[in-house]
């Protein structure tokens, strides 16, 4: 290896420890990672439930509302806020995502029966509204601090 080659190799190291070091004090830049590794993984199982399993919207979404929010929860719990969980911590998240279920269903079901839109675009447009909404009860109800 040159001497160039070294050199670029190091500052790409001290880059990297950097942004590491950036990443392990900010919250908040956990929490916009996380929040995008948590809504690729809900949207992405969303549409395969919706387009691959024989049911009703609905239970795909009472499907996806169970098992999103166990993968969200330890994701926002450990790597986010470094928290310890609780039974009462657990239980406020959950109920916020109960919640969230029955808004998404309504939201759904408005844009199906009433726009005539597909259920897979129907959930695609009203998703972002519950990912921010379901983020605000979040952080004032479960992680408040």
Known sequence: MTYNQQINQLIK????????????RNTLLRFIIAGIINTLFGL???VIFLRFLPFHYSLSLLLLTCIAPIFNYFMSLKYVFNASGSNKKL????SV??????????????LINQVDLDDIIAYLISAPFIIVLTYILQK?????K
């Open 13 to 24: 190291t001290l880059v990297l420890k950097e942004f590491f070091n950036t990443l392990k």
């Open 44 to 46: 992405t199982l969303g």
């Open 91 to 94: 239980g406020l998240f959950f």
């Open 97 to 110: 995502y109960l919640f969230m279920y029955f808004v998404h269903i309504l939201f759904m079901s408005i």
């Open 140 to 144: 004032k109800i479960v992680f408040k």
